[in-house]
């Protein structure tokens, strides 16, 4: 059974930093790219970054690029998200997802469009 883990979440103020984990079992994970996509209350689901299979080429949200690192340590068969500069705008549920494709869907459908999904992490930005 694939299980995707997010953890990390916190409340932070404006300006602050987190990091986001997401751990996964059941898949090959190195055969696989994962992204992180947030929803915040009364939106919808929206892509974040992603890092592809095998080279990790990573790519970003313009909201979040500078600001937002994603990594993948295969070994461990975690992937992480460094948050800083963070935004009240950034205030949502964050989900890991993985996907058997080298890179993580694109398109609007995105909930159906990755394979696997986690249960999310809320991460909630103060003013």
């Known amino acids: 059974e694939v299980q995707l883990v997010e953890s990390g979440g916190h409340l932070v103020q404006a300006g602050g930093s987190l990091r986001l984990s997401c751990a996964a079992s059941?898949?090959?994970?190195?055969?696989?790219?994962i992204g992180w996509y947030r929803q915040a209350p009364g939106k919808e689901r929206e892509g974040v970054s992603c890092i592809s299979s095998s080279v990790g080429t990573a790519s970003y949200a313009d909201s979040v690029k500078g600001r937002f690192t994603i990594s993948r340590d295969n070994a461990k068969k975690v992937v992480y998200l460094q948050m800083n500069s963070l935004k009240p705008e950034d205030t949502a549920v964050y989900y890991c997802?993985?996907?058997?494709?080298?890179?993580?869907?694109?398109?609007?459908?995105?909930?159906?469009?990755?394979?696997?999904w986690g249960k999310g992490t809320l991460v909630t930005v103060s003013s």
């Open positions: 059941g898949l090959s994970f190195d055969r696989f790219a």
């Open positions: 997802a993985a996907t058997a494709f080298s890179s993580c869907y694109s398109g609007s459908d995105v909930i159906n469009g990755m394979d696997y």
